[in-house]
């Protein structure tokens, strides 16, 4: 073919499509094979539940009658599945009203999807979403993508929230014009990506009731993905969904099967307040897909059905412990205390949430971040996970992938970074 | 909960989405339980490959090493799959450059999501696409979902292409003013939903030709989902890949391995000629869900590797065309010949496409439809199926999940309504 093919024109949407900027990072990352990443979200390698994908396998094999998992399921997914979830967020949230609960779910492709129908059911371009600060940046390239807009909700330094800053941020909203054009409020209210930190039930309970105040009273979007993942003990907040401050909102509880099992399989699930909201966000499901696989569905049932995925996850737990410890340990082991980094240390999740001292900045494009490339480590540079008004000293930190051994390689390797730029 | 929630806003989207309208149909069908349905495009249920996936299943847990394919993969989806993929496109395309070829393909979750996503990085709200005449209507309402609309080629009811009709067409569209809105052309190439039918060389050649003319190099979006699904021999048309007619235009090759094998593992792929669109598409696609499951991929890898892929087909293909044989002789059988009815008999794909005599409506909301509905039937009305100026006096009768017997049963179902419409 000798014809010079023609240029495409593409959409806005299609023209506003960016990789992650932490893919430019690790594109050039790679050419260090020593690298030791603790950037990606990725999860542990060592509690994989190998085995009980192939007993699950083989016990669909051995059921009677036609294997109609391996054929088209619906857009909502499987009715069996869906029952098994509500029984799921009925142990969570036991004062849910029960009455076809099944009806209310979505199952998605992972978590991800729930958040992207989520954002292209609720906003047109140049709408606006209220998010954490700091807030998960894959949600924060789902908004800007569909070309909407973050501002972040007023958290302090240790992700609380204050009634007085509150009142003077909604009352600034209000008066910049911008207040019709929000459409959503999204929290990642346990053991949050980024900050590894939970919501208050106190402060959550408040947010509810200034929004309401403010008559802000739109979809709330409560991210649950890492709600599961605790050490020791699960957070004690109530999700939203049965917090009084919320019950006038219409809210979409988004959660997955596959964080806290294998991110492999990518079953995720979405859990809807409003009935009417709920059948767009299907219908919407299904043009992107007819509905997730029904074969890997069909897995999940059976794992959870024979007891498999109640098993594995305090495994998984013990294992993002024990991770976190040994990130956490050599960090301090490598006197960053002294240096003046802090970071809290966190009961579940996958991540730490450094800030660094003084006006070092870790940002994507800073000496900082190219010297811990060089000294052979790569984190996600915090500024990218501010919806807007981006702060150059934090860093993602995720322990998720890298077994405990790498970890305080990578922790040390950081410490002597941090060294050569506190002199 | 006492409170009442209130009423979420929803985007231009989220309020465009709408549940298929066939699906309105199989609601108040399903209070019929002896309904037999050939309106799913749902695929056949005595050839599933059971064993090939328990297998598979097991091959992959007797891999050494990690099981990364239960962790997270990429957006773009597994290299060795791609690979794999290049090497079956190259069997059908042998003409195509083979350097990188695995760089340019997207994995998708089944080809739908491979339209969503071309359709989202090409068209802006009000945007056009032209489409066969009929057209695949799960892909007209991914056009109309996304805001932009349809325009039908002009087929005639053989399905073929002349140019003296294209040439009408194309100059009309042009003092329409609606010309700079066309941004990408779908063709259903073979085998084709619903028509059954595929595009013949020549014609596919000269649309190419006065496209060029016409100033409408616009992306193709080639869906050869079916190509795979011929009875007796391939159908002899190349892609519009290796056309010298097409070499101009940007090109999305949209095929699938779920149809010819198991719909229910939902893994789909495209090839794309244009490396700055393709880099676009899989952005979009990292935000939609991050990638396809791993885990899926990998199943489809072993089943590759090991030969159950290609042994399963021909089961599939034989499956196919003892159903299509069935429907059309029950049909003919039943007198629709004689009342005037006319339909091609396929050489491949899942499809009957049937012509009604005369001035009989069998659309949605005719009165054929409900007493074929009353009589234990369903069909796809025809209606459904055009991009645009609908003709109510088609149908598609799929016989992709219905045995042969129950076949032959809807088929006399089906031809005592004619019947009693002839009187």
Redesign the interface.
């Known amino acids: 073919?000798?014809?010079?093919?023609?240029?495409?024109?593409?959409?806005?949407?299609?023209?506003r499509?960016?990789?992650?900027a932490v893919a430019r990072l690790m594109k050039s990352a790679l050419e260090n094979p020593n690298l030791l990443s603790v950037a990606?979200g990725?999860?542990d390698?060592?509690t994989?539940?190998?085995?009980e994908?192939?007993a699950a396998?083989?016990s669909l094999?051995a059921r009677a009658g036609?294997?109609?998992?391996?054929?088209?399921?619906t857009a909502q997914g499987r009715p069996e599945l869906r029952r098994m979830l509500a029984a799921r967020l009925q142990y969570w949230e036991p004062t849910l009203?029960t009455e076809n609960m099944e009806s209310r779910f979505m199952i998605?492709?992972?978590s991800?999807?729930s958040l992207?129908i989520a954002v292209?059911?609720?906003?047109?371009p140049g709408?606006l979403v209220l998010v954490d600060r700091p807030s998960y940046f894959?949600f924060l390239?789902?908004v800007t993508?569909l070309g909407a807009r973050c501002i972040s909700l007023p958290y302090d330094d240790q992700g609380r929230l204050h009634e007085a800053d509150l009142e003077q941020f909604l009352t600034t909203l209000k008066l910049s014009g911008d207040f019709a054009r929000v459409?959503a409020v999204y929290l990642v209210s346990y053991f949050s990506n980024p900050a590894g930190r939970s919501l208050e039930e106190g402060d959550k309970a408040m947010l509810g009731r200034l929004l309401t105040k403010h008559d802000l009273?739109?979809?709330l979007l409560e991210d649950v993905a890492y709600r599961e993942l605790f050490y020791d003990e699960p957070h004690p907040s109530r999700s939203a969904l049965?917090l009084?401050e919320w019950?006038?909102?219409?809210q979409l509880y988004i959660a997955t099967l596959t964080k806290p099992f294998?991110?492999?399989?990518?079953v995720g699930y979405a859990y809807c307040?409003?009935e009417?909201?709920l059948?767009?966000?299907?219908?919407?499901k299904?043009?992107?897909?007819?509905g997730?696989?029904?074969?890997?569905q069909?897995l999940f049932e059976e794992v959870i059905r024979n007891g498999g995925f109640e098993n594995h996850v305090p495994k998984v737990r013990r294992g993002y412990k024990a991770k976190m410890l040994a990130l956490h340990e050599a960090l301090v082991a490598g006197g960053l205390l002294e240096l003046g980094w802090t970071w809290d240390v966190p009961k579940g999740g996958m991540y730490l949430w450094l800030c660094a001292p003084g006006n070092l900045n870790t940002g994507m494009d800073g000496e900082f971040c190219q010297a811990c490339v060089d000294e052979g480590v790569l984190y996600v540079p915090g500024d990218l996970c501010f919806g807007d008004k981006p702060e150059t000293n934090w860093i993602r930190a995720s322990y998720g992938?890298l077994s405990p051994a790498q970890l305080r390689v990578a922790g040390e390797r950081f410490a002597r970074v941090a060294q050569r730029f506190a002199r």
Chains 1, 2 share one sequence.
């Open positions: 073919m000798t014809t010079q093919s023609a240029t495409p024109t593409l959409s806005a949407l299609g023209q499509a960016r990789l992650p990606a990725f999860t390698n060592s994989l539940p190998l085995a994908f192939v396998a083989q094999a036609e294997p109609e998992y391996l054929q088209y399921g009203p998605t492709n992972g991800q999807q992207y292209q059911s609720l906003c047109n709408d894959a390239d789902v993508g459409k009273v739109v979809p049965t009084p019950a006038a909102f219409p294998s991110t492999g399989a990518k307040t409003d009417k909201w059948t767009q966000m299907l219908a919407i299904g043009t992107h897909d007819f997730t696989s029904n074969y890997g069909a992938v």
